[in-house]
């Protein structure tokens, strides 16, 4: 079966630094994503991670750790247009599995 | 820059009609997702193709819903008849060919589908 849990809400100031967890049971794997997405539009793609680790992309980093089935992702210097949701999937086979998304609100 | 299109982009009608939704992926991408998103059960997969070909539609009640690609440009999502439980925003998504580990999915911008 699959079951991807993440937190349902989170909120921070500006400038700040947040951290989204994510815990996923799947029975497969094949990558960990995570993909934006602001209220009303698509999501759009953010990070990957297959191998343990901290991989960075500006203020952006995600982690994983396969064995505790466990990722992160690390958002730094938060900016008001970071308020949306940030939705963790799992890749088994060849679609993604997604959890139900974290809804972040940045406050000045 | 290269985008998945999705029409309508809303959609408001009586239950028991027929819905259609079409997506056209991005060029040279052999891959379709549809998927679901709703507030309480998230973004769902109802089905995907891979060169026009059905790989998985287990997620999709097969009762009332249907997906097909006619051509390569072209996917389809139909509902007949809608019920009311079918509002949502149904998204389509799409990858390039030999989608390697870590390549990702584009989406459009979805049908917002609301059913009376």
């Known amino acids: 079966g699959q079951n991807i849990d993440q937190p349902t809400e989170m909120t921070a100031t500006e400038g700040a630094i947040v951290q989204i967890n994510c815990t996923y049971q799947?029975?497969?794997?094949?990558?960990l994503f995570w993909y934006q997405q602001h209220a009303g539009e698509a999501p759009t793609f953010l990070s990957y991670?297959?191998?343990?680790g901290l991989e960075e992309k500006g203020r952006f980093s995600s982690f994983l750790s396969r064995s505790k089935g466990y990722s992160y992702l690390l958002l730094k210097e938060l900016q008001m247009k970071d308020s949306a949701s940030y939705l963790c999937?799992?890749?088994?086979?060849?679609?993604?599995?997604f959890g139900k998304g974290t809804t972040l609100s940045v406050s000045s | 820059d290269a985008r998945v299109t999705q029409t309508p982009r809303h959609k408001v009608t009586e239950m028991g009609q027929e819905v259609t939704m079409r997506c056209q992926p991005i060029?040279?991408?052999?891959?379709v997702f549809w998927y679901r998103q709703t507030m309480m059960q998230g973004l769902e997969l109802l089905a995907y193709?891979?060169?026009?070909?059905?790989?998985?539609d287990s997620g999709m009640p097969k009762d009332r819903f249907s997906a097909e690609m006619p051509d390569a440009t072209l996917a389809t999502l139909k509902i007949q008849p809608s019920e009311p439980r079918d509002s949502a925003v149904y998204f389509c998504?799409?990858?390039?060919?030999?989608?390697?580990?870590?390549?990702?999915?584009?989406f459009g911008d979805g049908t917002r589908l609301s059913i009376l």
């Open positions: 999937a799992n890749q088994a086979g060849t679609a993604l599995i």
């Open positions: 799947t029975s497969g794997f094949n990558g």
């Open positions: 991670n297959v191998l343990d």
């Open positions: 060029l040279g991408h052999n891959t």
């Open positions: 193709f891979r060169n026009r070909a059905p790989l998985d």
């Open positions: 998504a799409s990858a390039p060919p030999r989608q390697q580990h870590g390549q990702p999915q584009h």
